[in-house]
């Protein structure tokens, strides 16, 4: 249902503390996670290959974790190496473990054959902890399949809709058709909007002499990872042509994770470069996506219910529908390569 | 797995104002209804045929709706008419629109083929609004399948049992068989109880020299429609043979309307002849009728948790069911007829 | 899916007063309780016959029940005595009713063929109302089905990790494996801890004067039926060989009671023979069982939760799963032999 081999943002670095454990669904997967003594994340199975219990309600031990159901333990690669009443512990008596990556304090992990885990394969959001960018970590949860909400992040025509009064926009923006090119594994989408007024959010934190030329260009892949080059500069400064001349940019990341088919875990910043020494306007513009992003999640969750309600219902897709129907195929493209594989593993 | 073509009630007329939208699910169909500029009911498909979003949660714009996901907008024969980021709509863009009949207070609407739909089919219910007769209107909502709600209104022994300190009436009352007769499209009952008691919602509403000669004569029609002629009258003055002397008299008009198949809309209003200057006494009277049909949901509630336990349970007939079985087998002849007819048009 | 022709618990003899009535799922099934003029518990099907009404929302008529929807009268052998609108009420008509013994403050059911039910095969558990012992009753209600709870209750190892603080014992007590002997209908788990600490419970109701040898030996049988002879004994007294010197000896009597599929009533009483003259002794005994009884809930509760999640996920037999092991399998062929008889008695 999920595609396995691929990286997925597990959580915010500062969710895993230094003793305790964090517990969070994956693709279905119940999964631990928590920092052995070396500060290096780990991420479990959390579900005892015994009975089932969650490891998460157990204890640690230095870097083992004793299950408190009936006191297994099991050391940071998943084996067990101790069970009560009996002196041999069998070699499969053991809980997965995932392949785990921390990078910009977001923490990746692999839910596939962990073999194929290339670091080198995480996309780059360094804007989260450069120094010369400022950001909030974010984090909402959804009620609806992550199809959804790619949908919505792969079509910005909402944006005046849905956001009027936030990210904003006059309706007009709706009508310029992005260039969508495909990329490898997802798309990108460009929209430049010239000579057009400054969205609320933006008025808000910064001074602007008059009208703005406009730009959002995100690459989108999968699973599901958005970054985003996005800002304005004041009309006829040239950033068109390449110059950002007292413009205010940002660096969105973005991403999603299935939990379950039908709840999603949606982790996301916006680096901005300007005005970094005033915690007060990073503050404001992570408000500004937070309060954002709750008006997509109301309309995607009224969605959701719709298409719950009747599973006949098809959609109809429009031309604005470019990007997010590409992404769609590639999406289905990855999951049939890994059906195909895993057929032919188990002839 | 609901009969399709025929008038339902969606909705009281007060429910839909001059400018705002009502939702309400019928049949399992999300529905928009809202007033046009001339302040005819229009019903659309509650669902962008885009994707799906709810257009309830879009605006008026004239009279049309702009759905607020992506600004794709509609005009009240459900009509795509604008769509951001292409000049020309495809005339498939649509959503359903319905046929709706607004009559005495009551929206009807027609869930089915629209060619079909014909007005003069709309039962009678005009003492809903006649200035000769006075009532408030009643809505009430249930967790169970509407047939549930049509057996208790078809069997009237129920009263003494469910309702004795309310609509009421002596036990015996029960062991009277109504007589049953079969019209076209549903069944009418008659139940006359000589020299009994007055129940307590009459004798809390109007003074009587002794006991009543007391009448229900309804006709049960599809989908759910309940019309009633009842009432009392001072025993020996001729009820029975026709004349209505010093009679209270009801016209009780009552819709069910499926939501889903596990829940339901219930519009009633009771309509009385006598007193009609006194406010307080419509109002006690629609109380009671409130009152006792909280007492039936109480109960068909109870039933419906009982038999959604155990699916395999079935009913058990007993003589009182007349009236029920009959009316069971004619929605099974209606949708048969439907099946029938859509198996043959999509040959 | 529950084993039919065997004796369960349904309630405490105190939650059926004189007058009311009492109803609780068992096996599925809906059950009335309630006694007759000569205090003998009736147990009936709480569904009316004839369209399923709770027949618990009805009301006494000395010792029959009279359904309050359409006023269908029962005897306390379930049959049908009245029906309104009509002079002879068929024979079929009726609910199941259920063979009932009330033996030591609980009230046993057979829900399987009443012919077969024999209250000599009811378990022994005087010590719930014998007068040389005292106890408090209890009742848990589980949202898992019941089986989860019979294993958690065949593997003691789980007391040192789950009841640290309650039941208690060091961790080195689910290191002995106990002694598993096979029963007709179940199984018989021994369990001596020589030289060990008081665990917590104990020492707060009776002063030690030193370390203790400790036992737990029960037999679990079929249904889910736990009787245990536990305690403890100052160190070098004996017990071990049989002399009870200075003991603090229990008879838990617990048993499992499947609601449905996914949920349990939970019974159980902790009799102990010392300070009965002391109800604080005995309250602090019962405060204590059910503190470790709502960890064990906790555990298990999360326990099926993953396992819901994850229906492909299979558990792994260790060592100490001797005993539920063995359990399963009973259960296994006590359904298998039902399912065989069933399939003959309709050919």
Redesign the interface.
């Known amino acids: 249902m999920f595609i396995q081999n691929t990286w997925y943002v597990a959580a915010w670095s500062h969710e895993i503390d230094a003793d305790g454990f964090f517990a969070r669904?994956i693709t279905?997967?119940?999964v631990l996670m928590y920092r052995s003594a070396d500060s290096t994340v780990v991420a479990l199975e959390?579900?005892c290959?015994?009975?089932?219990?969650?490891l998460s309600?157990g204890r640690r031990e230095g870097d083992d974790v004793?299950?408190?159901?009936?006191?297994?333990k099991f050391d940071c690669s998943g084996a067990c190496i101790e069970?009560?009443?009996?002196d041999r512990v069998p070699a499969?008596?053991r809980v997965r473990s995932f392949a785990v990556v921390e990078r910009h304090r977001w923490i990746w992990i692999w839910m596939g054959d962990a073999a194929l885990a290339d670091p080198d394969a995480i996309p780059d959001t360094h804007w989260l902890d450069d120094p010369d960018w400022r950001s909030l970590p974010g984090y909402i949860h959804y009620d609806v399949n992550y199809l959804l909400i790619c949908?919505n992040l792969l079509?910005f025509?909402?944006l005046?809709?849905?956001h009027p009064t936030t990210l904003g926009g006059p309706?007009s923006y709706?009508?310029?058709?992005p260039l969508v090119e495909r990329l490898d594994n997802g798309v990108r989408v460009t929209r430049w909007t010239m000579d057009t007024d400054v969205p609320p959010f933006a008025a808000a934190v910064k001074a602007w002499p008059g009208k703005v030329d406009r730009w959002n260009i995100y690459d989108f892949t999968i699973p599901g990872i958005l970054r985003m080059d996005s800002g304005m500069a004041p009309v006829g400064t040239g950033a068109f042509e390449g110059r950002r001349i007292d413009a205010a940019e940002f660096r969105g990341c973005q991403a999603l994770t299935p939990e379950?088919a039908t709840s999603t875990h949606y982790f996301f910043g916006h680096p901005h470069n300007f005005a970094i020494d005033r915690p007060e306007v990073t503050r404001a513009i992570h408000e500004s996506i937070v309060e954002a992003f709750d008006e997509d999640r109301?309309?995607i969750t009224?969605?959701q219910?719709?298409?719950a309600?009747?599973p006949s219902?098809t959609?109809?897709a429009?031309?604005?529908?470019s990007a997010l129907v590409q992404f769609r195929r590639i999406v289905e493209r990855y999951l049939d390569a890994e059906r195909e594989n895993h057929a032919q593993s188990t002839v």
Chains 1, 2, 3 share one sequence.
């Open positions: 669904t279905g997967i119940p959390d579900r290959c015994h009975r089932g219990a969650p309600l004793r299950c408190l159901y009936h006191g297994l069970a009560p009443a009996q499969q008596a949908d079509d025509s909402h005046p809709f849905v309706e709706a009508k310029i058709r379950t109301a309309i009224a969605q219910r719709n298409l309600r009747d219902f959609m109809m429009f031309a604005m529908d």
